[in-house]
């Protein structure tokens, strides 16, 4: 297993111990600081070992990390129209 695999295994690990966690402020700052660290492990995936695992991983990692998703999708869908 390549280091940029493992990564993507602690990542996930993190972000499901955090998602349990409680919080006041709603997981927002988590949730950032989880896409902080994801995009660079998703670079490295995809770099490593091509766009076809970096897609599965980009997918997994929007799974997760769902509802930043929802936001952006309605921001662009809010600028276009």
């Not at 690990?13 to 966690?21: D, E, I, K, Q, S």
């Amino acid at each position: 297993m390549t280091t940029s695999l493992i990564l993507v295994c602690l990542w996930a690990v993190a972000a499901n111990v955090l998602a349990m966690l409680p919080s006041r402020d709603n997981h927002v700052r988590r949730a950032w600081a989880l896409i902080a660290l994801g995009v660079p492990v998703l670079g490295l995936v995809a770099w490593q070992h091509g766009p076809w695992p970096g897609l599965l991983v980009l997918a997994a990692g929007m799974s997760v990390l769902r509802w930043p998703v929802v936001h952006l999708a309605r921001w662009l869908r809010g600028l276009r129209g």
